[in-house]
């Protein structure tokens, strides 16, 4: 058996507190990994660190660097705001450590295709955990869809809705920024709807808002048109500030309509329904069972993918800069008001 590998923890409040608490203590548990340090500009997080990774306290830093430098990691994990994720990748990088980062790769394309040069460059490792597509309830709908037994998939539909209106109801700093349905939201869905339709993206086509009554600086309702380079269409329906939460985080509605049947989730239930003699016919299907899922799953992969008991990673910087162009081409038409072609765009921010 491998022994356990090393990591620094970059992030210890906000989300950060969430991996300390629930997935990390399972990487040591499996005897996958355990933490060597933790880092956070902020030391009202420490305490976090000492009682969920059992760190000592000199073992728990505000400087990045010093912690990767003095610990000699074999991978760090990246819980920081986008915008630190690729100074966090050049200390990875000048000290050959692998990378688990969290969503996005960064904040802007042309730091994600930076990151994404300087990584391969230096033959590191580095997943991306999108979380959401490797819910159980997504995964059990890709399988139906994958499984053949319902003809040919031709288009998918795609509906988040929430009530998250007020000022801060969705985190102070998602109120504040640019295009936040699309940076905070989408970047999951497509991800999805990636998986779903088992193609990257073709073209885009954007249509944001924010209503008198959202509370945003950014636009927080979309709707949105995807061509997969497969030829699947998507169409998706995000909102932030409606009246009700339909279909809100960890609850999508997502319709597969194939060939001979349709698929539908609804709030984590799956069915399919299909003609008979002049009347729907409905069958609930059940979800697929597994021990782990979202980033205990992601993280465990990447564990494996490290130690070489596991060929490749589902979300590897190759699989995740196409989700990455997505997202910003996207941007990108909701800014223009045109299509963008997703493959062009991204060929060019990695040639730029």
């Known amino acids: 058996m491998n022994k356990p590998l090393r990591y620094v923890q970059i992030g210890i409040g906000g989300f950060g507190q969430w991996w300390c608490n629930a997935f990390l203590p399972r990487l040591k548990k499996l005897g996958l990994a355990e933490a060597v340090a933790a880092v ?33 990691p074999d991978f760090i ?20 450590c692998h990378i688990l980062s969290e969503k996005p790769i960064a904040d802007t394309m042309a730091a994600c295709c930076r990151i994404y040069k300087k990584v391969k460059a230096a033959n590191l490792k580095m997943a991306v ?14 399988a139906e869809i994958k499984s053949g037994k319902y003809g040919r998939l031709n288009y998918i539909m795609h509906r988040f809705t929430c009530n998250c209106r007020k000022f801060a109801s969705w985190g102070k700093f998602r109120h504040e920024i640019p295009d936040p349905l699309l940076v905070e939201g989408t970047v999951h869905h497509f991800d999805i709807l990636r998986a779903l339709s088992g193609a990257d993206a073709a073209t885009v086509y954007a249509k944001t808002w924010n209503p008198p009554w959202g509370e945003y600086a950014g636009d ?4 949105i048109i995807l061509e997969m380079t497969n030829g699947v269409r998507c169409f998706y329906e995000g909102a932030k500030a409606n009246a009700s939460a339909l ?12 060939e001979n049947a349709t698929l539908e989730l609804d709030k ?11 009347r729907l016919m409905s069958q609930d299907l059940p979800l697929l069972e597994q021990e782990a899922w979202t980033n205990f799953l992601l993280a465990e992969m990447f564990c494996h993918w490290l130690n070489g008991t596991r060929a490749d990673h589902p979300t590897n910087l190759d699989d995740n800069i196409q ?22 765009f991204l060929k060019k921010n990695l040639e730029a």
Not at 77 to 96: G, L, R, S
Not at 247 to 258: F, I, P, Q, S, T
């Open 129 to 142: 955990t999108m979380s959401h597509r490797f819910d159980q309830d997504k995964m059990s709908l890709e």
């Open 323 to 344: 989700c990455a162009a997505l997202l910003f081409a996207a941007i990108e038409s909701a800014h223009t008001g045109k299509p963008v072609n997703v493959q062009d």
């Open 40 to 72: 956070d500009i902020n030391p009202d997080a420490f305490p976090i660190a000492r009682n969920s990774l059992s760190l000592p306290d000199a073992k728990i830093y505000t400087d990045a660097e010093k912690a990767v430098s003095e610990n000699k």
């Open 247 to 258: 279909n809100c985080w960890g609850n999508d509605y997502l319709r597969a309509e194939c």
């Open 220 to 223: 927080s309702t979309g709707l």
């Open 268 to 278: 984590r239930n799956l069915r399919v329904i299909r003609d008979g003699q002049g």
């Open 77 to 96: 994990t990246i819980v920081v705001p986008p915008a630190f994720h690729e100074q966090m990748v050049d200390i990875a990088v000048k000290y050959n």
